[in-house]
């Protein structure tokens, strides 16, 4: 086991659009069909819960795009729910019309009600989704044929007492200055790489990336 010591932060950049209701955003091509067939099925939903909550809520934003392995995400704070893309392309289309677009809108619907106690797959997001006539389940069992899924890099990484295993999100944090200690012996951890590898995966890694002011050109 180890544990950050230190992290450097990166800003992420978020989309500032205003969306007007019943608009759909679609990074990965959706058919029109498709598209319409999931705003109404949205509206259907926030219709559901208005009534139930006396409250008029905002449609959230639809965005749809490959999410690896899973099949929804909803964002509170921007009100947008993203759809894997995938999923409508492999036989589950349905599954994601009526079990992950209201389990993704039970979220939001939840946060927006409670707050931070309406975060998660607890009580409160299981009645939303009661509410929302659908079993309240907290994951899916679809197939992912033709669904593109990122295969994560694994990193040896030393301390004085053993060798410990990280992914590649871990290692490109410490290319980057983030320090690691290990639990046990309380070093740090350290890659034994020859220099001018070391160096090119520094130069891979920041390549791409705006920083500017933190590290030399």
Not at 53 to 68: H, S, Y
Not at 125 to 140: A, S, T
Not at 146 to 163: E, P, S
Request: charge should be positive; aromatic fraction near 10%; hydrophobic fraction near 35%.
């Amino acid at each position: 086991m180890y544990v950050r010591t230190f992290v450097q932060q990166s800003t992420r950049k978020l989309l500032d659009i205003n969306y007007k209701i019943g608009i759909i955003m679609s990074i990965m091509i959706i058919d029109s069909k498709t598209q319409k067939r999931f705003e109404v099925k949205l509206i259907e939903y926030i219709t559901v819960v208005n009534k139930k909550f006396n409250r008029e809520f905002t449609l959230p934003i639809l965005v749809f795009r490959q999410l690896g392995k899973r099949a929804g995400c909803a964002w509170y704070i921007d009100n947008k729910i993203e759809l894997n893309s995938d999923f409508c392309h492999n036989g589950h289309l349905e599954d994601m019309l009526n079990q992950t677009l209201p389990h993704e809108i039970a979220h939001i619907i939840s946060y927006l009600i409670y707050g931070r106690c309406g975060i998660g797959h607890n009580h409160h997001w299981r009645n939303v989704m009661r509410v929302l006539n659908v079993v309240p389940r907290r994951c899916h069992a679809y197939s992912l044929v033709n669904v593109k899924t990122r295969t994560r890099g694994k990193y040896n990484y030393n301390c004085k007492c053993k060798t410990h295993v990280v992914g590649s999100t871990i290692h490109n944090r410490i290319l980057l200055g983030t320090v690691y200690t290990c639990r046990t012996c309380r070093t740090t951890l350290y890659k034994t790489t020859p220099i001018l590898e070391f160096t090119s995966q520094l130069h891979t890694t920041l390549k791409g990336r705006c920083l500017p002011g933190r590290f030399p050109a």
